[in-house]
């Protein structure tokens, strides 16, 4: 049964086992995987890769494994675990995959050496073959099990070696070669693998979507987010990246969604807790939510139907029940503005408009409207001389002379708080 048919996938994208197939060809990766093949076709000898746990080292050498797998004149064997407690049965396994048949219980140490210099020299010279030794996991090799591989460099002939041997091990097989000084020396390929970069993350993650989807195009993707966070939570070991999006694309399909974003990422950090222990990790997956969440917000206000300007401000209708606020001047004086308004922007400019119940008759009898006019009116010219003949501006038609004229504007508007003029027959 295939679980992710729903997905626009043929096979699980983010399989724990080294499939070849999964490998990004990376710089690192691929120059790695290069230098390797011709040193190998070339017959220099040793070749030496190392890295930190979950960087790719067993993909890198099944990948190796099959750049041979269709050369006839090529023999390639493969040891997964070089921990053997004496030399003697490391020597005879070795010994019985090149010559395909075991040795005898009895021959010892340096009869099985002989022996297995006969045989290569047999595959080298007469046959013409190409003899490979891959070990795996060699940070588990002795010291004395690495002076055995030291002398069979030395089956050779005047042009070329006649074994080659790649050692892929973790960084605790480079202090064990460090101290064998005549070995480092005669190490032609040497690598150490290092974690991904971010962008080298990503596209393992588009790369795995795509391989598992096949010929079509995957339904499945991950937000940039998410790869993000996964980068960090990860910290660039493709294993451990791979783990983490595995359990976001179980959480994904049991939210019944197409799309891997933040919260599925956050769980699946949760149900691994050995990638939540860095502070690092744990500050920059609340600074990634805080950036989409400080430009999800600038997105929205900066839309044309956003909170910042509304329907009104591009010459639409006016909310429906709002009407503008509007003074009433009479012989009695100038009536207060109501308390509770809101504003729109027209193409006249901004208007007040009353909201509070019981303006709707005050708003409907009034003649005037009070209204911020927009930028480009800049008013009268203030260096215009002042014609003293004219009317007071302000002329209050009430029969005694002293009475006075307030206007009592909201201060949480930040206007003015009280405006009082004051007529005084004394001061005329």
């Known amino acids: 049964m295939n679980h992710y048919a729903g997905q626009g996938l043929e096979r699980e994208p983010f399989s724990s086992s080294p499939d070849p197939n999964f490998l990004l060809a990376t710089r690192q990766h691929a120059t790695c995987l290069q230098e390797l093949e011709i040193s190998l076709r070339l017959r220099r000898g040793l070749n030496v890769v190392t890295g930190d746990i979950g960087t790719g080292k067993t993909t890198l050498c099944r990948s190796l494994l099959r750049t041979f797998a269709a050369d006839a004149a090529t023999d390639v064997h493969l040891l997964l675990d070089p921990h053997f407690e004496t030399s003697e049965e490391f020597l005879r396994v070795i010994l019985a995959s090149v010559s395909g048949h075991s040795p005898e219980p009895g021959l010892g140490l340096w009869a099985m050496k002989e022996t297995l210099k006969q045989q290569l020299f047999r595959l080298g010279l007469v046959e013409k073959r190409l003899v490979i030794l891959v070990i795996d996991e060699g940070q588990k090799i002795s010291l004395e099990n690495l002076e055995i591989l030291r002398e069979m460099l030395n089956f050779e002939t005047n042009t070329s070696k006649l074994l080659q041997i790649v050692l892929f091990g973790q960084r605790e097989l480079e202090p064990m070669i460090e101290a064998m000084p005549n070995l480092a020396d005669r190490i032609n390929v040497r690598r150490r693998l290092r974690p991904l970069s971010f962008v080298e993350t990503r596209r393992m993650i588009r790369h795995r979507l795509a391989v598992a989807a096949g010929i079509s195009a995957p339904l499945v993707r991950f937000t940039l987010p998410a790869m993000a966070a996964i980068h960090l939570a990860s910290g660039g070991s493709p294993r451990k990246a791979v783990r983490l999006c595995h359990m976001a694309l179980m959480e994904m399909l049991v939210r019944g969604r197409l799309c891997v974003g933040l919260f599925e990422v956050r769980a699946a950090t949760r149900v691994d807790p050995g990638t939540t222990k860095n502070p690092r990790r744990t500050a920059g997956l609340a600074a990634i939510a805080a950036i989409c ?74 003649g005037g409207r009070v209204s911020l006019l927009p930028q480009q009116d800049q008013g009268p010219n203030v260096r215009s001389k002042v014609d003293t003949n004219r009317a007071p501006l302000l002329e209050v038609r009430t029969p005694e002379q002293n009475s006075a004229v307030r206007a009592v504007f909201d201060p949480g508007k930040a206007r003015p708080l009280a405006l009082r003029a004051s007529l005084n027959p004394d001061n005329q």
């Open 293 to 366: 969440f400080v430009f999800g917000g600038l997105w929205f206000s900066l839309s044309a139907s956003g909170p910042v300007l509304g329907p009104a401000a591009h010459g639409q209708k006016s909310l429906p029940g709002s009407q503008e606020v509007q003074s009433r001047i009479g012989t009695d004086g100038v009536t207060a503005l109501p308390e509770t308004r809101d504003a729109s922007m027209t193409t006249e400019g901004l208007s007040l408009r009353a909201d509070a119940p019981g303006h709707e008759d005050e708003a409907s009898n009034t």
